[in-house]
T-cell receptor
Framework: KAGVTQTPRYLIKTRGQQVTLSCSPI?????VSWYQQTPGQGLQFLFE???????NKGNFPGRFSGRQFSNSRSEMNVSTLELGDSALYLC?????????????FGPGTRLTVT | AQSVTQLGSHVSVSEGALVLLRCNYS??????LFWYVQYPNQGLQLLLK??????LVKGINGFEAEFKKSETSFHLTKPSAHMSDAAEYFC????????????FGQGTILTVHP
């Protein structure tokens, strides 16, 4: 069974631009979560989607948004990029719930904002 | 709010020595606890999870962790370190106020010397 895939793997953007990251979960998994990883703040939860609905959201500004499609694929969007948005963005999928089901992580998208 | 504390941001052991990575959690309800490993430029891989079925949890690659409610701890151990164990390890909790997401510790970088 194929793992979680994320595209693109690397991205360089300029301050003020916007970016869209994509995540394809493991087949059959309906929950997709997004995390931001930085050296200073560590791993922080962004949001979680299930059946095209956002079920949970972390403490990030409204510039960070996401969506999920009917095939469970998910995208996250960051508008008006800031230097502090430079990070590794990780997507994780699970069968039903990230609380008690195993979450499987993708390799991440490394975003650099200049 | 749920939180996780990993004692020691860096741990160094010799090949063949015992690996002990410490994790303490705070939770007002029985939590779900996880250990993940991250190799350079990769996503997170689940090592093991605790879901109250048994206090001693065995995971992949020879790792195990023991849930001690009285100490609110979930330390990760491996009897004999291998060079390939060198990576960053994350303890995470879900459930309670972390329902629907994982709350991660700051991570412990494990170095294995020959």
């Amino acid at each position: 069974k194929a793992g979680v895939t994320q595209t693109p793997r690397y991205l360089i953007k300029t301050r003020g631009q916007q970016v869209t990251l994509s995540c394809s979960p493991i087949s059959g998994h309906r929950s997709v979560s997004w995390y931001q990883q930085t050296p200073g703040q560590g791993l922080q939860f962004l949001f979680e989607y299930f059946s095209e609905t956002q079920r949970n959201k972390g403490n990030f500004p409204g510039r960070f948004s996401g969506r999920q499609f009917s095939n469970s694929r998910s995208e996250m969007n960051v508008s008006t990029l800031e230097l502090g948005d430079s990070a590794l963005y990780l997507c994780a999928s699970s069968l039903e719930s990230p609380t008690y089901d195993e979450q499987y992580f993708g390799p991440g998208t490394r975003l650099t904002v200049t | 709010a749920q939180s996780v504390t990993q004692l020691g941001s860096h741990v160094s052991v010799s090949e063949g020595a015992l690996v002990l990575l410490r994790c303490n959690y705070s939770s007002s309800v029985p939590p779900y606890l996880f250990w993940y490993v991250q190799y350079p430029n990769q996503g997170l891989q689940l090592l093991l999870k605790y879901t109250s079925a048994a206090t001693l949890v065995k995971g992949i690659n020879g790792f195990e962790a023991e849930f001690k409610k009285s100490e609110t701890s979930f330390h990760l151990t491996k009897p004999s370190a291998h060079m390939s164990d060198a990576a960053e390890y994350f303890c995470a909790v879900s459930g309670g106020t972390s329902y629907g997401k994982l709350t991660f510790g700051q991570g412990t970088i494990l170095t294995v010397h020959p």
